[in-house]
């Protein structure tokens, strides 16, 4: 096809998809259209490159991520921009090619995301051990790298992230003395919290080698070597039991063909009498497959579960299913957060990275935030437990006793 074929598809999709809201486009040669009903919001873009046209028609997620990190598509105001493109993403708007590709990334999703230990390590690896100065500069003191707790939405990304910490503690009904595991600990916040705060014996294991001597070093400052040990280990290698399990963040690394088996080893892991909790982004929709842009360039071998798919691997392995929470746009506000933060050290990013990676990972936050407030994504939070009297029959316990209100605050 011939440069003019590829702009006239081009613009047949924009028309298309651009039914609400208003987007100016500016083409290759300079010209410029507008898309959509005229109303807010409101947007545009330029198209620098014809190759680039071609690209997003042929593969609309991966061609407009590739081109914004590549400066091939510009734009002055990329949250905009994203906000107005999710609002009118469907996929039965999608050109025939590209459904097409849309429908065959969901079936052959299985075989992609085989995440053996090999693979799942170097996953972790790519995203989780570029740097811990880079993560430094956006996320909150503890560096906790998932979705913090907004009691309300004036909090600080530290007090949210920390009433988070103390929200799951609580879910946990931890006694001293407990025998903890936390199932991918990052660099070690919330290992620290149940150990500090509420009187467990934590074991923390995670596949990032950065991650890990991080959370070493924090730990030994912090004087809970006694109560803490830390391991570079593939959960599916443990053998202990536990009487409370935490997972925060990582059910999102397993991928779909490994529900049954992360469930089932949660099960074998867990004592009679113990509970677990399992924190992880989640979709309220039908199962779909992941941005393919995501996958290449963030998250390898990453997965957002419906609660479909974790319902009948949850049931396989003969738990109660205590309690679902889901965490309704906090997620959206935890990556504003971190997005201004990024965008306020710039000039200390640019010394470790360039222009490209800059690009891309504000490419990353801008469409997760986008994602979170304009698609069906939201935070589960996931109890379960082998007896259905472990926990207390309503959910006061969480919040009226003195100690939830202290550490709510805190």
């Not at 991928?255 to 080893?265: E, I, L, M, Q, R």
């Not at 933060?341 to 990353?364: C, S």
């Amino acid at each position: 096809m011939g440069d003019s074929m590829w702009e006239t598809l081009f613009h047949r999709m924009a028309k298309r998809l651009l039914v609400t809201g208003t987007l100016k486009i500016t083409y290759p040669d300079g010209t410029t259209k507008t898309y959509g009903d005229g109303t807010a919001p409101r947007a545009a873009m330029a198209v620098r490159d014809k190759a680039a046209l071609k690209a997003i028609y042929v593969n609309p997620e991966m061609g407009f991520g590739e081109g914004y990190m590549e400066g091939t598509v510009t734009t002055d105001d990329l949250l905009g921009l994203m906000q107005l493109i999710q609002r009118n993403y469907k996929t039965e708007t999608m050109p025939g090619f590209a459904k097409f590709v849309y429908k065959a990334r969901y079936y052959v999703r299985d075989f992609a995301m085989r995440n053996n230990a090999d693979t799942s390590k170097n996953n972790v690896a790519h995203h989780y051990d570029i740097s811990d100065d880079l993560y430094r500069l956006f996320l909150d003191e503890d560096m906790q790298y998932s979705c913090a707790y907004f009691a309300s939405p004036e909090m600080s990304l530290e007090e949210a992230q920390a009433a988070k910490k103390a929200h799951i503690g609580r879910k946990l009904c931890i006694e001293p003395g407990m025998r903890v595991l936390d199932i991918g600990c990052g660099w070690g916040g919330l290992s620290m919290t149940l150990a500090r705060d509420f009187g467990a014996q934590v074991t923390g294991v995670t596949l990032s080698e950065n991650q890990f001597a991080t959370a070493q070093q924090r730990v030994k400052e912090a004087g809970l070597t006694d109560r803490i040990e830390l391991r570079l280990q593939d959960y599916r290698t443990i053998t202990d039991p536990f009487d409370r399990i935490v997972s925060v963040g990582m059910l999102e690394h397993v991928g779909s063909p490994h529900f049954a088996d992360y469930f089932s080893k949660v099960g074998e892991l867990l004592s009679p009498d113990g509970l677990a909790l399992i924190h992880t982004i989640g979709r309220s929709s039908p199962p779909v497959p992941q941005s393919p842009w995501l996958n290449k360039y963030i998250f390898p071998g990453g997965y957002v579960p419906s609660l479909s798919e974790l319902a009948v691997p949850i049931e396989n392995a003969w738990m109660y299913l205590n309690d679902i929470e889901i965490l309704r746009l906090h997620y959206a506000m935890t990556l504003r957060h971190w997005l201004a933060r990024f965008e306020d050290n710039l000039d200390t990013v640019r010394a470790m990275h360039d222009d490209r990676f800059i690009r891309m990972w504000r490419f990353y936050l801008i469409a997760c935030i986008m994602t979170f407030e304009e698609q069906e994504l939201g935070v589960f939070q996931i109890q379960l437990s082998h007896k259905n009297n472990v926990v207390p029959i309503t959910r006061d316990y969480l919040y009226d006793s003195p100690r939830a209100h202290q550490q709510a605050a805190e």
